[in-house]
Nanobody, 128 residues
């Protein structure tokens, strides 16, 4: 089992920045990738950004490219999401996920069902 704990959410104004953190514990050696997803009220969970531990490849949703940056500290098993130039439409609960499934395709890790573990989520609210 892998446990994930997110932190860093909050209420900010449009244009501000936030950094989310996700700390993993447990059987972290089984993780191949980690990702950030978000879910707004009445909407499905959507991919935001992902990172593969091997090679540190990163992937982003088009809606956040150029504004968000995912990074990871493999030694500490922590993944970060730096969010700049936040917009009201970024408002959602942000979830950290970990996948124990190897894949050479980055697209594989943009799909929620390919993740095995989830954190409890952290609320991000961006006011206009």
């Amino acid at each position: 089992q892998v446990q994930l704990v997110e932190s860093g959410g909050g209420l900010v104004q449009a244009g501000d920045s936030l950094r989310l953190s996700c700390a993993a514990s447990g059987r972290t050696f089984s993780m191949y990738a980690m990702g950030w997803f978000r879910q707004a009220p009445g909407k499905e969970r959507e991919f935001v950004a992902g990172i593969k531990w091997s090679g540190a490849n990163t992937y982003y949703a088009d809606s956040v490219k150029g504004r968000f940056t995912i990074s990871g500290d493999n030694a500490k098993k922590v993944v970060y999401l730096q969010m700049n130039s936040l917009k009201p439409e970024d408002t959602a609960i942000y979830y950290c996920g970990a996948s124990a499934r190897p894949s050479i395709s980055g697209g594989y890790y943009t799909v929620p069902r390919n993740y095995d573990y989830w954190g409890q989520g952290t609320q991000v609210t961006v006011s206009s």
